[in-house]
């Protein structure tokens, strides 16, 4: 019996924790960014009290949980075959899986520290038709710009290194399996895993799914901003603008139909 709960214990709660633990990371990657954002945009945030300030580590969790959700797949499901068949080549997808990550993640967080004392909003994918535009970032953008988005990318990717460090250990070592239940574990692991991911992406089982607005709570916009999940505000804001371009591309080709008949 006592074979059977260690080895229950490998298969099913070893794997539930490092779900756990990958979300870890990301919210508390989410929450550092949120302490350097401060720290640049300090004479913005100073429009606010200690309190309310602390409010926006607190009302930020549903979305940070939610883009944390999307983070975490990939690197979940590659670590979670890697537990059941110990092969290195999975140890190695995890680590990539989860630096690729999160280089995305800090160069939208610290692209948005430092757009934020041009723009006055959060980074948004009209950095999109700046970028399609390289000379004429060239012309606009000055060295401290530059250097502070290099700095700040710096810094949070190191931080990200040290967390990874901490919460999240190389893939478990290959173990004998002695039970039929062993194998069948991985699809039910993958299933659960699956559906609570999906659950936190969604916001709950409401009939109404999570929104951005889910993280505001106050009447002044600094607080909100810093609030809002930076990477979900991104991701919302870049599916927005394909489907713009889309619809622009349909109508034109639809007025290009009607001119011609």
């Not at 550092?32 to 009290?49: L, Q």
Request: charged share 15%; hydrophobic share 55%; glycine share 4%.
């Amino acid at each position: 019996k006592f074979v059977l709960l260690l080895s229950m214990k490998k298969t099913i709660i070893h794997p539930l924790k490092d779900a756990l633990l990958i979300m870890l990371f990301w919210i508390i990657c989410f929450d550092v960014h949120r302490v350097f954002f401060s720290f640049h945009h300090f004479h913005k945030i100073a429009a606010i009290d200690l309190i309310e300030w602390l409010k926006a580590f607190v009302y930020s969790f549903r979305v940070d949980l939610a883009a944390a959700a999307i983070l975490s797949v990939i690197p979940f499901f590659i670590r979670l075959l890697g537990h059941h068949f110990s092969w290195k080549r999975f140890n190695a997808a995890f680590r990539w899986s989860i630096w690729i990550s999160l280089g995305i993640l800090v160069a939208v967080q610290a692209g948005e520290i430092v757009a934020y004392g041009e723009w006055n909003h959060k980074l948004t994918s009209r950095v999109f038709m700046h970028l399609a535009n390289p000379d004429e970032v060239v012309r606009t953008a000055n060295y401290s710009m530059i250097l502070w988005f290099a700095c700040y990318f710096i810094l949070e990717f190191i931080v990200g290194f040290f967390l990874f460090k901490l919460l999240l250990k190389t893939i478990n070592q290959h173990h004998p399996k002695k039970h039929v239940y062993e194998w069948f574990s991985l699809p039910f692991i993958a299933v659960l895993v699956a559906g609570l991911q999906f659950l936190a992406m969604r916001g709950g089982w409401q009939q109404i799914p999570l929104n951005i607005n889910a993280a505001t709570y106050s009447n002044k916009a600094i607080a909100n901003d810093l609030s809002i999940n930076s990477f979900y505000f991104f991701g919302k804001s870049y599916l927005l603008y394909n489907r713009s371009s889309k619809m622009n591309y349909l109508r034109l080709k639809n007025r290009m139909l009607f001119s011609s008949c």
